[in-house]
């Protein structure tokens, strides 16, 4: 499938966040992209980034105070999850990966991506990025790779979020929601925030509150979208992550300097919930020392 869109870069200079994150915060939620000419693109892939290496998200964690990340595989390279693993192996004690892998791969597969740092699987159910995976396969795949203690991530347009939530509760390992649903702000009030907070409700259920710059309709510092992560904290900070989502793939807006949306943990996370949600929530999820 050819490529359909193209994605803008990062922002080029990020500030330097006025906060000062706990010893050993943990980035949850970010990309490693290429070199292309090293790490090519999927050929199937929904959309185009610029490359986005993992020297560079290096330089910008030392700038925000983090020191600890996990590496989310992204559609736009497919089943090759090299760039990820690459980059964990730069500093494996304190990264972790999330890969993306066909449903069928073999467990002689998946323990050596074990063994390389990986700690979940991510599964998109986002109609344009790729077609939904077939929901009894992902059971059986789910299955697999909680033998291993790992967790699913999954990624997904809310209004699926009614049909997809009995099936996620009744996974046998945990499951993290990217991006608080990715609910908009204007649903704050609305259905489908109601169901995210009754599946927070289950013990195996765990949500990013990331992605503020996707979710806000009046844009940065992009308060509109605090009653969400505010009442996804309510009810589970003890299964909360934190991540920056850069560099910030298929963003349909002006991109975000970093550095505020850091700034934004002081809004968007109590002062006595900071510790757990930054450091001790990630550490117990991901196994880091």
């Given amino acids: 499938m050819q490529a359909q869109r193209n994605c803008p870069p990062p922002h080029p200079s ?50 925000l105070g983090i020191s600890k990340a996990v590496y989310v595989q992204a559609s736009c390279h497919g089943f090759d999850n090299s760039a990820m693993l690459d980059a964990i192996a730069l500093n494996p004690a304190d990264r972790r990966g999330v890969c993306i892998v066909p449903a069928d791969i073999d467990q002689a597969a998946l323990v050596q991506l074990d063994r390389r740092g990986v700690r979940g699987a991510r599964l998109n159910f986002m109609a344009r990025l790729s077609a939904a995976p077939d929901r009894d396969a992902a059971t059986q795949l789910a299955k697999r790779i909680a033998a291993l203690g790992w967790h699913l991530v999954v990624h997904f347009d809310p209004e699926v979020l009614p049909d997809l939530s009995s099936w996620l509760a009744a996974l046998p390992l945990p499951v993290v929601i990217d991006h608080m649903g990715r609910l908009s702000a204007s649903d ?25 710059e996707r979710s806000s309709l009046t844009g940065a510092p992009w ?16 299964r909360v992550l934190w991540g920056t989502d850069w560099p910030h793939p298929v963003l349909d807006r002006e991109m975000p300097d970093d550095g505020k949306l850091v700034d934004l943990i002081s809004n968007l996370i109590p002062d006595a919930q900071m510790q757990q949600v930054l450091v001790d929530n990630p550490k117990r999820l991901y196994g880091f020392a």
């Fill in 223 to 238: 308060h509109d979208v605090l009653p969400i992560a505010h009442g996804i904290l309510d009810v589970a900070p003890h």
């Fill in 14 to 63: 990020p500030s330097r966040p006025a906060l000062k994150l706990p010893d050993g915060a943990c980035d949850t939620h970010c990309h490693v992209f290429g070199p292309a000419a090293k790490y090519p693109f999927s050929q199937a892939r929904a959309y185009t980034p610029e490359d986005a290496p993992v020297e560079r998200l290096q330089a910008l964690h030392d700038l």
């Fill in 188 to 212: 704050a009030d609305g259905p489908e925030m109601r169901i995210l907070l009754r599946l927070l409700e289950n013990d195996n259920v765990w949500c990013k509150i990331s992605g503020a």
